[in-house]
């Protein structure tokens, strides 16, 4: 478990981690109740360009529902992204891609 937040449901949604796909399991939003039962598991698949394809996530860190949305927002270290996912079904998109941390020095003209 990586990541926590609640939601305005009062749940509780948690991230998983996986950064070396030792489990074999994509990274998965799990949903708990106020008073600690499991409601629901998705696991987390990003589309690709090839339709029908699927790639799965692993790397999930925090999450957070914004101000007034039902969107979750995870972030996918694995794939340097932020997605936005939908806590009921699992359905996720690609919000924002971050930049790459270290780019290495500049290149000299």
């Known amino acids: 478990m990586e990541g926590l937040t609640v939601g305005r449901d009062g749940n509780v949604y948690v991230s998983t ?5 030792s489990t074999g399991e994509p990274a ?3 949903t708990f109740s106020p008073d600690g039962t499991l409601l ?18 692993t ?3 925090g999450v957070a529902f914004p101000p ?3 969107a979750l927002y995870v972030i996918d ?4 992204n932020v997605l936005s996912v939908n ?7 690609v919000c924002i891609t971050l930049p ?7 290149k000299m003209a």
């Open 40 to 57: 629901n598991r998705k696991a987390l698949f990003l589309s690709t360009p090839f339709p029908g394809e699927t790639q799965p996530s």
């Open 59 to 61: 790397a999930m860190l």
């Open 17 to 21: 981690f996986d950064p070396t796909g």
């Open 28 to 30: 998965q939003v799990l």
């Open 100 to 106: 790459v941390a270290n780019p290495g020095p500049p």
């Open 77 to 80: 270290f694995g794939k340097g």
């Open 68 to 70: 007034g949305m039902d």
């Open 87 to 93: 806590p009921k079904t699992g359905a996720s998109s």
